[in-house]
């Protein structure tokens, strides 16, 4: 169980919120061996898309599987989510969908992860392992976010133009987080820009990813984009969630 549980109180209004040593280094320790003892005896999909100057590559281990053999991670997931929860003055609950709802996220040496909104609105990064590179990058609340309209072309268009990187320049405020064993980050994933810089050295990055949304939330581009970001196959669309 988690170590620290401080309330997240600047998730609402300011789009992003830290933890410190929300888990111990021990605790970090055991997750990683137990991921270590899993990849063993399963291979993890690479995930490969080409994106401009940063692309998506990844390992992960999705949400049915860890299901089936981490009980720990389903605890934490729970216990963030009370957080989140008590922070948005709101109820938000894990997607119904258990393959996206939480994942392990393993970003070998020269992984990436390209700039994105996430389908949710609420997402949340526990790191278990501190790297060189790999920063997280978070332009918070910085999306012109369309409120039920937000795989129209209009706003493909907006998100478009304020990714360009003179735009962020002037009008966001880049946060840029470095991974660290036991911190928990928590953003508004669909308002907050962000991505994940080229990790260095030779270990991986490996941290757990949280999504939360309203009850019964439903996504349009759902199918589309789990093949996007689970397949290790090749496919023929670009990601519809941010493309």
């Known amino acids: 169980m988690p170590d620290n549980t401080l309330p997240l109180t600047e998730l609402k209004t300011d789009g992003f919120a830290m933890q410190d040593a929300f888990l111990s280094n021990e605790a970090c320790d055991d997750l990683l061996r137990q991921i270590a003892a899993y ?9 490969y898309r080409e994106s401009g100057s940063r692309p998506l590559h990844y390992r992960v281990i999705e949400g049915e599987r860890i299901a089936a053999h981490f009980p720990d991670l389903i605890s934490l997931y729970a216990c963030v989510n009370d957080l989140v929860n008590e922070a948005m003055g709101e109820t938000l609950e894990p997607l119904e969908d258990r393959k996206v709802g939480l994942n392990v996220n393993v970003t070998p040496a020269g992984g ?47 998100d478009r133009v304020m990714g360009m990187p003179p735009i962020r320049t002037v009008f966001g405020k880049l946060v840029q987080v470095a991974p660290e ?32 949304d309203r009850p019964g ?27």
């Open 112 to 158: 990436a992860y390209r700039w994105h909104y996430d389908r949710n609105e609420v997402t949340a990064i526990l790191y278990l392992n501190a790297v060189p590179g790999g920063e997280t990058e978070i332009y918070p609340n910085y999306r012109l976010f369309m409120e039920g309209a937000r795989y129209t072309a209009l706003q493909r268009f907006a």
């Open 181 to 212: 064993a036991g911190l928990l980050v928590a953003m508004r994933g669909n308002r907050c820009l962000h991505s994940v810089r080229p990790v260095e050295g030779d270990e991986d990055r490996i941290n757990v990813i949280m999504s939360f």
């Open 217 to 243: 939330a439903q996504f349009d581009v759902a199918s589309e984009l789990n093949q996007y970001l689970y397949a290790a196959t090749r496919v023929s669309v670009d990601d519809p969630n941010y493309s």
């Open 39 to 47: 990849r063993v005896k399963h291979e993890l999909p690479e995930v």
